[in-house]
């Protein structure tokens, strides 16, 4: 399989060049020139089967050339066989049709280690193959960057630089990524928001010369890998509530439009969804767009949901590539308008956009809320991320017939202040971490300097 830039003047890649090189040269973003489809009886037939294989019937045809299959199928039963659940992304009912998919069972208790696993074990696959050594360069509001770190730490060909924004990350989030000690792990606390980080890591994609020779890889959902391996539970929760042969629906909350993008796709792929609802906090762009066709950046808010804490959503451009009919050049238009201004979608791409996706954006205290009532009713615990996106799923479920899946994206004990401010007692760390609060930590914080970080790096960074 080939990919294409969203941008139309970078040059087509394998997988194994768009897995290294993360953001395409023209400033866009890799796609798959052309999307594998299944049929329904093929659907069908996966029914039953366990995580990990589900997984290599998804995500084979995006990595046939590149990959052999018997490197894949043991590339995927280990990353799975981590996470701490035999069903790996099991469903919990709420009530009659409406579930909850608990994508928090990996080792950072966020479902960023769904594909931050797997990216791992397939970027040292090809680097030990090529004999080549790769810098990752991320910036995280607290789950990528674990679940980043968690992922390469055991890689002997890669050195990851991760850049939270300093004192605004939680506790258990800044400790899960500080108090990995492996010699390849480098925490930087950046004196900025988390904006500021993504802005650094951009810059530094754009010029390398920093790293004298060595390259840059990407383990932010730029990078296709992360949304491929995302498209699989997509299918796994369709199965398990009847699908293919019914349609499903489902609610994910959303910051870089990756987790949802994912969604998307597994519909293009051939499996009936019948509903994608993008939840948002009150960093609401997506939810603006959608609804009201304005795409402008408004400043930053600090919510109760900090990993949906994001104003430039990057993979909304891969779903403007498809709305533009896939025209690069109309893409690259819009997105340098838009690094300045308001900008408007034509009409009729638009309309494509809400044909395809509902939105809703949900305020702090509703998030409290929500978490305060399904617990009363329930006994269940919402993280604050999950709680917006079952809000939303309530405000925009159509057809209450047809199954309404939210997608929950961390264990609520990652942000006990929500949980703690709708009067309830903060959760105990799972047995996996339950001496995180003890273990030594290693970070070093840095200004808000490009320089700074660029020097900083380029001494760490081990060479050959
Ligand atoms: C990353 C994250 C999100 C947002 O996912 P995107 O793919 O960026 O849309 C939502 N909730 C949690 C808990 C996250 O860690």
Redesign the pocket.
């Known amino acids: 399989m080939k990919y294409i830039s969203t941008r139309g003047k970078a040059p087509s890649l394998s997988f194994s060049d768009v897995l290294l090189a993360g953001m395409a040269e023209d400033g866009g973003l890799y796609v798959p020139e052309q999307l594998p489809v299944f049929s329904q009886a093929e659907i069908a037939s996966w029914s039953g089967l366990p995580y990990a294989e589900l997984a290599f019937k998804v995500i084979q045809p995006f990595v046939e050339g590149c990959i052999s299959d018997a490197d894949l199928k043991q590339m995927v039963d280990e990353t799975y066989a981590v996470f701490d659940h035999s069903g790996v992304a099991p469903l919990v009912q709420l009530e009659q049709n409406e579930w909850i998919l608990e994508l928090f069972h990996g080792p950072t208790l ?3 280690d769904f594909a931050l696993q797997l990216l791992g074990r397939l970027m040292d696959h090809v680097l030990a193959e090529r004999g080549e050594r790769l810098v990752i360069m991320g910036a995280t ?4 960057g674990s679940a980043a770190i968690e992922g390469c730490r055991h890689s002997e060909h890669l050195d990851i630089f991760i850049m939270h924004p300093y004192n605004r990350v939680s506790e258990v989030q800044r400790r899960q990524m500080t108090s990995i000690l492996a010699d390849n792990v480098f925490n930087i606390a950046l004196e900025g928001n988390f904006d500021d980080c993504q802005e650094m890591v951009k810059d530094s994609f754009a010029d390398q010369s920093f790293l004298k020779g060595m390259k840059l890889g990407a383990v932010n ?1 730029i990078n296709w890998a992360r949304i491929m391996a ?1 498209i699989v539970y997509y299918f796994s929760a369709s199965l398990a509530v009847g699908g293919p042969h019914r349609p499903v629906s489902f609610s ?10 994912a969604g998307y796709l597994a519909k293009q792929m051939g499996l009936p969804i019948e509903q994608l609802v993008v939840a948002t906090n009150r960093n609401d762009i997506l939810h603006r767009v959608i609804s009201g066709n304005d795409m402008s950046k408004g400043a930053l808010e600090h919510t109760l ?1 900090p ?2 804490d ?1 104003m430039v ?1 990057s ?1 909304f451009e891969r779903l403007l590539f498809d709305v533009y009919g896939r025209d690069g050049a109309a893409v690259a238009d819009l997105m340098q308008r838009f690094k300045t201004e308001a900008v408007q979608l034509e009409p009729a791409r638009w309309d494509s956009v809400r044909a395809l996706f509902d939105s809703y954006a949900v305020d702090d205290a509703t998030t409290c809320e929500v978490i305060r009532q399904v617990h009363a009713e329930t006994g269940y615990l919402l ?1 604050p ?2 709680a917006i996106g079952l809000k939303a799923a309530r405000e925009c479920w159509k057809n209450r017939s047809v199954p309404m899946i939210t997608l929950a ?2 264990h609520p004990v ?1 942000f006990p202040e929500p949980v703690v401010k709708a009067g309830l007692e903060a959760p105990q760390l799972p047995a996996r971490l339950s001496d995180l609060m003890e273990r030594e930590e290693r970070f070093s914080v840095l200004p808000k300097s490009l320089a700074e970080v660029h020097a900083y790096i380029a001494s760490h960074v081990h060479r050959d």
Do not use: E, L, W, Y
């Not at 509001?141 to 990528?144: A, E, F, I, P």
């Not at 994910?252 to 993008?261: A, E, K, M």
């Open positions: 966020a479902f960023k509001s607290g789950d990528t959902s995302q994910v909350p959303t910051g870089n439009f990756g987790d949802i993008f949901s990993s949906m994001i959503s993979n993280d991320h999950t994206t961390a990652k």
